[in-house]
Each structure stands twice: as C-alpha cells, then as structure tokens.
C-alpha cells in the first residue's frame, strides 16, 4: 500500500507504516521489540473500507468495474482469451488477450481453465462437536442447525483448507489471490499473499500489452510467486499444529517458546510471516538481487516508497555516477532518480512490484556490463519500445 501511495488514505495518518512490536506465531507470543529492523507491518481495516480504495484507485487509472457479473465460461484461442459473462442485461462476451482469474477459492476461471486445486479440506467440524464445545464454553445449550447449501459456513470459519493451484498460468489466463491458494486465516496472511501476486503479475502485463516485455517474464510470474504460497500454506499449517489441544501438542508448545528466546529464531518466524525471505531468481549475485527493496531514506528527504508511487522500473543511482549513456535506451520505461542514502549500496535497479533487479556497492567500472544486462532481462531491448498494439 505504501509503494502505491495509498497508506495514508487508509491509516488516516501522514506518517509512513509502522513495525510491530510483537506478532504470535500459533498463539505463541513473537517479541519484535529488540530485532533492529523486521517487516512485520499490520494495519487493521475492514476489508470493505480495502475494496472501496481499491476500486477508487482502478477507476483514477482508467479501469472499468463492473459489478453483479458473473463469468460462467472460459475458452482461449491462439491469440486471445473470451469470457461468457452473465449479467443483469443477459449473457455477452468478452475477448481480450489475457485474463486474470481473481474469483476467489471457489475460481470458475480456474476450473474453466483446467488447473488443478489439490491439496486437502480438513474434516466439516460436526454440528455436534460445535454444539459441545459452546456448551463447554457458555454453559448453556444453543439451538443451531446445518447451514443450508453446498459449502457449509462450518467449514469455512473453521477455515482448515490448504489448497494450491498446480499452475498459476494456463496459456492466456493467469490466476492470483485465493483462486490461486487457500490456507488457514491463521496470522491472516491471505490478503497480503494476493495483494503480492497482483503486484508480481500487473507490470509483466502491462509489459507484455505495452511491447516491451523480454521472453519469458510472463512465465516469471508463477515461478516467484508459486513457491511463496507453497511457504504460506507451510508456516499456517505449522500454526494450526501448534493451537491443537493435547499433551503432545502442549509439549511442542514448550519447545516453540524455549526457541522463540533466540532473537535469531524470532526474526526467522517475522521474515517467514512477513514474506521476507523471499529471493526471486535473478542473473546478479548481489545479495540484495530478488529480494525486496528496503523503504531507505534518501538524503533529498523522500524515501524509496515514494519513488514507486508511479508503479514503473527506479534506477536508483546512490553516488555510482551511472552514465546516462548506459540507462538512456530504457528510458521510457525505467525513471532514473540520482541522490545518496546511508547505504554500502551504489546503485539499484528496483522492479515496479519493490523487488530489486540488480544492485552495485561499487561504482558504475566493471558494474554497467550488468546494469544493461539486468536492464535487458527484466525491460527489455534497449531502444524506443514497440507501440501498443492493442
Ligand atoms: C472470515 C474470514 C476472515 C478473514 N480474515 C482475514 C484477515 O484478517 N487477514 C487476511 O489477510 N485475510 C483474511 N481472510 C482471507 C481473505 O479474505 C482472502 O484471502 C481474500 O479476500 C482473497 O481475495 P481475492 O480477491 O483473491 O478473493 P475474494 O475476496 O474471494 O474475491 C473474489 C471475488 O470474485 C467474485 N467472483 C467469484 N466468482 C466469480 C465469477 N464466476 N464471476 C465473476 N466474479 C466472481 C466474488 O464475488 C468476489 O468479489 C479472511 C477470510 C475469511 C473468510
């Protein structure tokens, strides 16, 4: 929300986020207070108050919303990708080249397009098991009964649910957020693992309609973003383990708390949980290479986030001295800011969605060989991008 510019609207506040003190880990007390720096980030918002910004900011960029429209089909075709919409008007088609299956667990377009959803649905608690635990709880006998329908609101409170899409990409149809994954809302990570497939998924898209897209960075998309839901249905899991009741249970319990005194084994569980640790692929070996950039402060008083705002490529240039011959052929799709940081860092190219794509703690001799390289891998040809086409 922050690389967008849009935290403020939603704290209500001008200040930048804030890292909390402390989080759980299945219950178990996780004490951020004395890591030096985490990125464990929480801000409580109904998720309605979400959807109204979001949906704000799509229309500001252009975007169409419709809604009570129900997608029941899903063919593709060598060069494009038509939907049947049923709508309050009756059925029409869409056709476009892509499209993105943001349909929630239950996804028709992920069923349309043949992608499989294994993995496993815990038992239904049954109605008697609930009605004895209230009992055991309140001290009194409540009347319920089965909910009606196919998908029973027992299941889905209980929430113990851990599927994944086999395949993120079916040709032209691409899956994020829950139609990609589902996992117990244990710590609540489901939003910010979708939000973060968005993120990962929206400039390759944008790339490939606008022409500039290198080979290949569609298919990026599920190879960074497969596996970090495969270490969400992991750590939600362990999490699930972990509130069961029993002496077995209880014991594991005291073997967490005993490794949760280690500072290092905390910040491994606040990286695990925030998504931190992940490291997409890339061709540099800098450390920082795959990894998300940090909110820096700049000397010219802004920080990172802020020159992300745009959602386009930042070659940050952190007294390299960069030569605009190496990055001028990009120019139309990667913004250049040249200023200084308390960093080791010289330069670093950072990707729209904050991960960065290379980086230098030299300067620019023997660096720009890879800066073009990196540049190419992830921007495309040097020289004026091919127009869009559709
Ligand atoms: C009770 C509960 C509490 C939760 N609490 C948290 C929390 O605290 N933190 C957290 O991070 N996550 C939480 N989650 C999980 C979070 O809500 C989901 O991960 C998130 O909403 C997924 O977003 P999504 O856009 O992928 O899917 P959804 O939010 O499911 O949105 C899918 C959308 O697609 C529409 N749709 C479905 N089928 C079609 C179709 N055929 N045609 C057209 N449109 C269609 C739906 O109407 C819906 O608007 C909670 C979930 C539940 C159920």
């Given at each position: 929300?922050?690389?967008?510019?849009?935290?403020?609207?939603?704290?209500?506040?001008?200040?930048?986020?804030?890292?909390?003190?402390?989080?759980?880990?299945?219950?178990?007390?996780?004490?951020?207070?004395?890591?030096?720096?985490?990125?464990?980030?929480?801000?409580?918002?109904?998720?309605?108050?979400?959807?109204?910004?979001?949906?704000?900011?799509?229309?500001?960029?252009?975007?169409?919303?419709?809604?009570?429209?129900?997608?029941?089909?899903?063919?593709?075709?060598?060069?494009?990708?038509?939907?049947?919409?049923?709508?309050?008007?009756?059925t029409y088609e869409v056709s476009a080249r892509y499209l993105?299956?943001?349909?929630?667990?239950?996804?028709?377009?992920?069923?349309?397009?043949?992608?499989?959803?294994?993995?496993?649905?815990?038992?239904?608690?049954?109605?008697?098991?609930?009605?004895?635990?209230?009992?055991?709880?309140?001290?009194?006998?409540?009347?319920?009964?089965?909910?009606?329908?196919?998908?029973?609101?027992?299941?889905?409170?209980?929430?113990?649910?851990?599927?994944?899409?086999?395949?993120?990409?079916?040709?032209?149809?691409?899956?994020?957020?829950?139609?990609?994954?589902?996992?117990?809302?244990?710590?609540?990570?489901?939003?910010?693992?979708?939000?973060?497939?968005?993120?990962?998924?929206?400039?390759?898209?944008?790339?490939?309609?606008?022409?500039?897209?290198?080979?290949?960075?569609?298919?990026?998309?599920?190879?960074?973003?497969?596996?970090?839901?495969?270490?969400?249905?992991?750590?939600?899991r362990a999490q699930l383990a972990l509130l069961q009741p029993?002496?077995?249970?209880?014991?594991?319990?005291?073997?967490?708390?005993?490794?949760?005194?280690?500072?290092?084994?905390?910040?491994?569980?606040a990286d695990l949980m925030a998504g931190a640790d992940i490291?997409?692929?890339?061709?540099?070996?800098?450390?920082?290479?795959?990894?998300?950039?940090?909110?820096?402060?700049?000397?010219?008083?802004?920080?990172?986030?802020?020159?992300?705002?745009?959602?386009?490529?930042?070659?940050?240039?952190?007294?390299?001295?960069?030569?605009?011959?190496?990055?001028?052929?990009?120019?139309?799709?990667?913004?250049?800011?040249?200023?200084?940081?308390?960093?080791?860092?010289?330069?670093?190219?950072?990707?729209?969605?904050?991960?960065?794509?290379?980086?230098?703690?030299?300067?620019?001799?023997?660096?720009?060989?890879?800066?073009?390289?990196?540049?190419?891998?992830?921007?495309?040809?040097?020289?004026?991008?091919?127009?869009?086409?559709?």
């Amino acid at each position: 929300m922050d690389y967008r510019g849009l935290h403020e609207r939603l704290s209500g506040a001008a200040e930048p986020p804030i890292r909390m003190p402390g989080f759980q880990f299945g219950a178990l007390p996780l004490d951020l207070s004395t890591l030096d720096s985490h990125d464990l980030f929480v801000l409580p918002i109904p998720q309605r108050r979400l959807e109204e910004l979001l949906e704000d900011r799509a229309r500001s960029l252009g975007i169409l919303v419709r809604r009570g429209q129900e997608v029941t089909t899903v063919r593709q075709g060598s060069d494009e990708v038509t939907a049947e919409v049923r709508g309050p008007e009756g059925t029409y088609e869409v056709s476009a080249r892509y499209l993105v299956g943001a349909d929630g667990g239950q996804s028709v377009v992920r069923k349309q397009s043949g992608i499989d959803f294994p993995g496993i649905t815990d038992e239904d608690m049954p109605l008697a098991e609930l009605r004895d635990a209230v009992k055991r709880v309140l001290g009194a006998e409540l009347p319920m009964s089965e909910p009606p329908g196919a998908h029973p609101a027992l299941r889905r409170t209980a929430g113990i649910n851990s599927r994944q899409a086999d395949r993120y990409r079916q040709g032209r149809v691409f899956l994020v957020g829950d139609a990609a994954h589902v996992h117990s809302g244990v710590g609540g990570p489901g939003l910010n693992l979708g939000l973060q497939d968005v993120l990962n998924l929206g400039w390759k898209l944008a790339a490939a309609v606008h022409g500039w897209a290198p080979p290949g960075l569609l298919d990026t998309y599920e190879a960074e973003r497969h596996p970090v839901g495969e270490r969400v249905i992991m750590h939600t899991r362990a999490q699930l383990a972990l509130l069961q009741p029993g002496p077995n249970t209880t014991a594991l319990r005291e073997l967490m708390t005993e490794l949760l005194a280690d500072q290092g084994n905390r910040r491994h569980l606040a990286d695990l949980m925030a998504g931190a640790d992940i490291r997409y692929g890339t061709t540099d070996t800098h450390p920082m290479a795959g990894r998300w950039m940090p909110d820096l402060a700049l000397r010219d008083g802004s920080r990172v986030a802020e020159l992300l705002r745009p959602g386009r490529p930042v070659l940050l240039d952190l007294g390299a001295g960069v030569a605009a011959a190496t990055w001028t052929e990009w120019a139309d799709r990667v913004d250049t800011v040249v200023t200084t940081a308390d960093t080791p860092v010289k330069a670093v190219l950072i990707r729209p969605d904050g991960y960065v794509a290379w980086a230098t703690n030299g300067s620019t001799d023997g660096g720009t060989d890879g800066l073009r390289e990196a540049l190419t891998e992830w921007f495309g040809q040097a020289g004026p991008r091919r127009s869009l086409t559709r």
